[in-house]
């Protein structure tokens, strides 16, 4: 199947599938002690492990850093950007967030307080599985970086954090806040069959519970 999904890719998508398989290998390598070459996800969106079972994945890369997030039995996400992107954000903020954050991040006025939130949000819609079409919303973050999402019942976690000039996001449940968690390699996308640098941990800044959102935010 990834042969097949392989054979009818070219240039940067190729470039990025590659990275991608060969990340999502040495993590689950990692943390199940087998061979890399034995690993692989399952068939489609590599979310979940084939070999070895029973791992949920998470694969995120931007600007030319790639990660993979693992996770032995509950849902994980994580989402990667570069510190330099600058956006148009205040019409993402204006279009998609809720009014209490369009107050506070346009108040603001701080394109890196933007990259913050929308890097959170997408790692949390990576871990509970929807798209970012009407879902942006699920999640709402105050100026202070509180968190309040609409499944408080199924304990998630946010943690945030910086490596080698990438902001770095993970959505998880029932586990302790990550401090061992490392983006294993920096992979040149544009090259897969360069030489990995040595795996580099993350600066964690934040670590939050995410509570129940009681109301409409």
């Known amino acids: ?18 990275a991608s398989r060969w990340l999502i290998r040495q993590a689950l390598a990692g943390v199940s002690g087998r061979d890399g070459g034995l690993c692989r ?29 693992v ?39 701080d394109p890196e307080a933007f990259l913050k939130v929308w890097t959170l949000k997408e790692a949390w819609l990576k871990a509970t599985g929807r798209g970012i079409a009407n879902n942006l919303q699920t999640l709402s973050i105050t ?28 959505v998880y449940q029932n586990a302790h806040p990550p401090e061992g968690f490392t983006i294993p390699g920096q992979v040149d996308i544009n090259n897969p069959g360069a030489e990995i640098s040595v795996t580099q941990p993350v600066n964690w800044a934040l670590h939050r519970t995410i509570n129940s959102m009681l109301e409409p935010a």
């Open 143 to 170: 100026a202070d970086f509180e968190l309040s999402g609409d499944r408080p019942e199924e304990n998630w976690r946010a943690s945030l954090g910086q490596i080698e000039g990438f902001l770095v996001a993970v």
């Open 71 to 109: 996770s032995s039995s509950t849902a994980i996400g994580l989402d990667i950007e570069p510190l330099t992107r600058r956006p148009h954000w205040q019409k993402v903020v204006n279009r998609w967030f809720s009014p209490r954050e369009q107050a506070w991040l346009l108040a603001n006025n």
């Open 1 to 18: 199947m990834e042969s097949q999904r392989l054979s009818g890719l070219s240039g940067g998508p190729r470039c990025d599938f590659l």
């Open 41 to 69: 996800p399952a068939d489609g969106r590599p979310d979940a492990s084939a070999q070895p079972p029973g791992w949920r994945l998470s694969v995120s890369h931007s600007g030319g850093m790639a990660g993979c997030a």
